[in-house]
Every structure is written in structure tokens, then in C-alpha cells.
């Protein structure tokens, strides 16, 4: 009799239990999930969350759309609650600061297998991934074809080094400046001397003959003297004046250029970006991270991928000019059509892509790092002190913020 009470309790204990497990299985979880700026795509955005909340019964997706420059004060105060958001949108440098800080969840590297593997490869930090990316964009070059024709140069420059020996002739016969180099805009001139394969503190004493091609076409006026001040809209206004020739800048500026100068837009043409000896593209990702202490980490992920799948991802590449981080997607005929301009300047974007190794790694002080080189730059072209001496002087400080 006592064994068959044991037997009798032990049931009902295991079918408490798996009661108990089925209904914390089927309970509602609601996923709290922020976007930066994603506004104007409030119809796509509310498709996808329904599609996936038909899909997945139990779960209840709140979007919550931050302002771009709320979105890293907003996140900073609310990863260190016990109670912050389930997913969150965000850009690689900040993505990188908050896993420095130990505040972000790992993700497996075997649930991301199909995205572009040199993206994923690009977004790790200590060689482990803490984020998921959503859309990229990777600068191409447009240029004038009418000034172009009238600068009598034999083919377009592939490199800085050829931009730069092409400029002289481009100003004696079109009376423009080649190019408006943004050197000190956020991390420009940084980017520029990691194609150079220049990237750490100690490598930076060999980045002078880039410093000092700079410094000859700042000079020789071949380069506007606005080049150390300027922003990259401020560049494009000089490109829709027909004021320089060649501009680097995402696909979407083309839109910019057809609304507010049609004339100059009907004399555009696009090529790829500008290379330095290493060979590799820059780009821009947005990225999605799970803090550490978020509530529902497991259907956290399993919406970020179905968000970031081939199907959601083109639908969204679609409405705007951003590139699919999506491998299946990056193969889609969309991302191989000529037909236009606009989708010339996304054909060779995306392919861009393909080829953005070795990528620039965000370090602790990447601001600071920013901000030095971008000065001694502006000392070096301003003729304040010998090339030499300023980037010694380069290495020193960025030493010393590192340690």
C-alpha cells in the first residue's frame, strides 16, 4: 500500500510538472523590440510582426521606433535595467562599446549562416558575434560625365593614387576640382588608411605618403581648401553646383541629385568606390543586438532572424536603397539589374559587398582615434609641423589612449 502511494504521488507530481512546463510553453511572451528611424516603413514593419505573430501564437511583438539621436542614450540607460528591451537596432561602433561593457548576449555563430559570411566575419568582436545584421550600404563613385569628358583623362580612377594624379588636368580643363575629400568628417581619413592597411597605433608612422599626397593636392589647390571642414552633404551640394567632378556616397543620394539638380543628374554615371593598395570596399551595417538581460533572449533571436530572412530582407531592399546582408537575397536578380541608374548603383554596391575584408575594427577609444588622426591630418595639410613628426606624435597619443 505505501509503495502504491509513492507510485501515486510521483504521477501526480510529473504530470504537475508537465502541466506546469506546457503552460510556461504556451504562455503569452511579449517581445519588446526597438528600430531607429524606421518610421516611414511602419506599413512593412507592422506586415512582418503580423505575419510572425500568426506564425507564432504565444508571442506579441511591441515595436517601439526610437529617433536616431535618441538611439544610443536611449539604449545605454536602458541595458543596465533589469528590464530592457528584447532586441534593439543599432550600429556596429555602439554595438561594440556595449559588448566592451559585458551587456550584450552572445549569438551562436551556427544561426546565422545565412547571412554574407565577410560581414558576419567583420561584425565579431574578440572573435565572438553579439549581433545580427539587418541591411548594409557600401559607397560607389559618382561622377559627371560631361566634365569627365572635358577633362581629356584616358579611364577613371580606380585608386586614390590615381585620383590623385588625375587632378591637376582635371582642373586646367574643366576649371573643377577632381574630388572634395571630407579627410576630417567623424572616420573618413581613418577608413581611407585602413585601405592602406594602416590600422593600429604602430602603423601609423607608414601612413606619410598618404599624408603627404593629401598635403600636395591641398597645396597645389587641387583639392578645395574646404576639404578639412566640410560633411559629406556639404560635398554634395558641391557636386550638384558642378563645382567638383567625382563624389563618393551611398545610392541614395542619387535621388538627391535628380530632385534638386535634374541638369547635373542627366550628365551622372556611377562606377565603384575608390580603392586604396589593399583592395577591400568600405561599408556601413545596422545591426540588431540582445541585451544580456533581456527576458525572452530565445524568441528575441528566433524574430530577429525571421526579420533579417532572404524574403523580408528584399522586400525592405525594395522600398529603399539599402543592401541585403541576406546571402540568398545578395543573389537575387534584383542586385543584378542595369536597367537604370539607380539600379546600376545597387548592382555595384551589393557586389561590393563581396569584397570588404580586411574591415576597420572598432577598438575601446575608436572616437578618440577618430578624432586625433582627423587633427593631425588638418596639422599636417595646415603646414604645422613636419609629416614625420606629426605622425610619431600620432602613434604616441593613440598608444597611450589604448593602454
Not at 555602439?94 to 550584450?104: E, M
Not at 560607389?140 to 590615381?162: C, F, H, M, Q, W
Not at 568628417?185 to 601609423?204: F, R
Not at 567638383?244 to 543628374?265: C, D, H, R, W
Request: glycine residues 4%; hydrophobic residues 40%.
Amino acid at each position: 500500500m505505501k509503495k502504491f502511494f509513492a507510485l501515486l504521488l510521483i504521477t501526480f507530481l510529473t504530470l504537475g510538472l508537465t502541466a506546469c512546463s506546457i503552460r510556461k510553453e504556451h504562455e503569452q511572451k511579449e517581445i519588446t523590440f526597438w528600430t531607429l528611424q524606421m518610421g516611414d516603413f511602419a506599413d512593412y514593419m507592422y506586415k512582418v510582426i503580423r505575419t510572425y505573430e500568426k506564425e507564432h501564437p504565444n508571442v506579441h511583438i511591441k515595436w517601439v521606433d526610437v529617433p536616431f539621436s535618441e538611439g544610443e542614450k536611449r539604449t545605454l540607460a536602458a541595458v543596465m535595467t533589469d528590464n530592457p528591451p528584447d532586441l534593439i537596432n543599432l550600429n556596429p561602433d555602439f554595438s561594440a562599446i556595449l559588448a566592451q561593457k559585458g551587456t550584450l548576449e552572445e549569438i551562436p555563430v551556427e544561426t546565422v549562416q545565412d547571412f554574407n559570411p565577410e560581414i558576419i566575419e567583420a561584425l565579431k568582436y574578440n572573435d565572438k558575434l553579439y549581433s545580427i545584421p539587418w541591411y548594409a550600404t557600401s559607397a560607389i563613385t559618382i561622377y559627371n560625365k560631361d566634365l569627365y569628358s572635358k577633362a581629356g583623362v584616358l579611364r577613371l580612377p580606380k585608386t586614390y593614387k590615381e585620383l590623385a594624379a588625375i587632378s591637376e588636368k582635371v582642373k586646367t580643363n574643366t576649371g573643377a576640382y577632381a574630388y572634395l575629400p571630407t579627410i576630417t568628417e567623424n572616420d573618413t581619413m581613418v577608413k581611407i588608411l585602413n585601405k592602406y592597411g594602416i590600422s593600429e597605433a604602430e602603423d601609423y608612422p607608414k601612413a606619410q605618403k598618404v599624408f603627404e599626397m593629401y598635403k600636395n593636392l591641398y597645396q597645389k589647390d587641387l583639392i578645395p581648401a574646404e576639404s578639412i571642414t566640410f560633411t559629406h552633404r556639404e560635398a554634395l551640394e558641391q557636386y550638384m553646383a558642378g563645382k567638383i567632378v567625382f563624389f563618393q556616397g551611398g545610392a541614395n543620394f542619387l535621388t538627391m541629385i535628380k530632385e534638386n539638380a535634374p541638369s547635373v543628374y542627366e550628365q551622372t554615371d556611377v562606377t565603384e568606390q575608390i580603392k586604396g593598395p589593399v583592395g577591400q570596399n568600405d561599408f556601413s551595417v545596422m545591426n540588431f543586438v540582445i541585451p544580456l538581460r533581456a527576458k525572452h533572449k530565445k524568441e528575441a533571436l528566433d524574430f530577429c532572424l525571421y526579420l533579417t530572412n532572404a524574403q523580408n530582407q528584399l522586400e525592405l531592399a525594395k522600398m529603399t536603397n539599402i543592401i541585403a546582408t541576406n546571402s540568398e537575397a545578395l543573389q537575387n536578380e534584383f542586385y543584378n539589374d542595369n536597367s537604370t541608374l539607380e539600379a546600376k548603383a545597387r548592382s555595384i554596391s551589393a557586389k561590393q559587398i563581396n569584397r570588404i575584408t580586411p574591415q576597420l575594427r572598432q577598438r575601446r577609444n575608436q572616437k578618440e582615434i577618430n578624432t586625433l588622426v582627423n587633427s593631425t591630418v588638418q596639422a599636417a595639410l595646415l603646414n604645422k609641423d613636419s609629416i614625420e613628426n606629426l605622425l610619431l606624435k600620432l602613434e604616441k597619443e593613440i598608444g597611450a589612449i589604448e593602454q
